[in-house]
């Protein structure tokens, strides 16, 4: 069995200041590992993913995400939010092997300016 | 990546009505996937469509209610049969590019059909 953890709601974070979106998983073998980012009336567009290697994988936009294995993270990093950041943030987790992604219950991002 | 069109992109049914959900890719994909999405809450799987295949319902989804087409590599249709206020909400048309079913490529959506049940 596969799940994700998405233990936030919501997120606040200052113009400029640091993002971290949080994400915790749970797979019996290794995970495929992804951010998504959905935007008002839009469908979710897929921002980076991690398979294997450098546990530090970057992606569109400027974010980039940790991989932890002994803490079965995956949190989502911004070193300076900007306003249109603004969004609903979703991380996924695919056993390796399985068909079907498991995605997160998401977390709303509201950058202040 | 793969370019998704999805019609209609919003409408308002009466109750007892059916719709239909088009899925249009630019591109020859091996898996599509079907989700329901609350206004602002998780996506929930209806159902994995391959073409030649029959779809696979998840548990809670059947095919009675949510008939599925996938005539091509490039096309699928979702139907919303008999509806009612319980079936408000976002539908989203996913594919998956890798050719099996354990690519580690992600999957990419379309722009979603906001269905209102009168």
């Known amino acids: 069995a596969q799940s994700v953890a998405q233990p936030e709601d919501q997120v606040n974070v200052a113009e400029g200041n640091p993002l971290t979106v949080k994400c915790t998983y749970s797979v019996s073998g290794n995970p495929y590992l992804f951010w998504y980012v959905q935007y008002p009336n839009r469908g979710l567009q897929f921002l980076l993913k991690?398979?294997?290697?450098?546990?530090l994988v970057k992606g569109s936009y400027g974010f980039e995400a940790e991989f932890n294995k002994s803490q079965t993270s995956f949190h989502l990093k911004k070193p300076s939010a900007l306003v249109s950041d603004s969004a609903l943030y979703f991380c996924?987790?695919?056993?390796?092997?399985?068909?079907?992604?498991?995605f997160g219950t998401g977390t709303k991002l509201q950058v202040i300016p | 990546s793969a370019v998704i069109s999805q019609k209609p992109s919003r409408d308002i049914c009466q109750r007892g009505t059916s719709l239909t959900i088009q899925c249009q890719v630019d591109?020859?994909?091996?898996?599509m996937f079907w989700y329901r999405q609350q206004p602002g809450q998780s996506l929930t799987l209806i159902a994995t469509?391959?073409?030649?295949?029959?779809?696979?319902?998840e548990s809670g989804f059947v095919i009675d209610k949510f008939p599925i087409s996938r005539p091509n590599l490039t096309f699928s249709t979702l139907t919303v049969s008999n509806m009612s206020p319980e079936d408000s909400s976002i539908y989203l048309c996913?594919?998956?590019?890798?050719?099996?079913?354990?690519?580690?490529?992600?999957?990419?959506f379309g722009d979603g059909t906001r269905l209102s049940i009168l």
């Open positions: 996913s594919v998956a590019t890798g050719i099996t079913t354990t690519s580690n490529q992600p999957q990419h």
């Open positions: 591109s020859q994909v091996t898996m």
């Open positions: 991690y398979i294997t290697g450098d546990n």
């Open positions: 469509a391959n073409q030649g295949s029959e779809a696979t319902y």
């Open positions: 996924a987790v695919r056993d390796k092997g399985y068909q079907k992604v498991t």
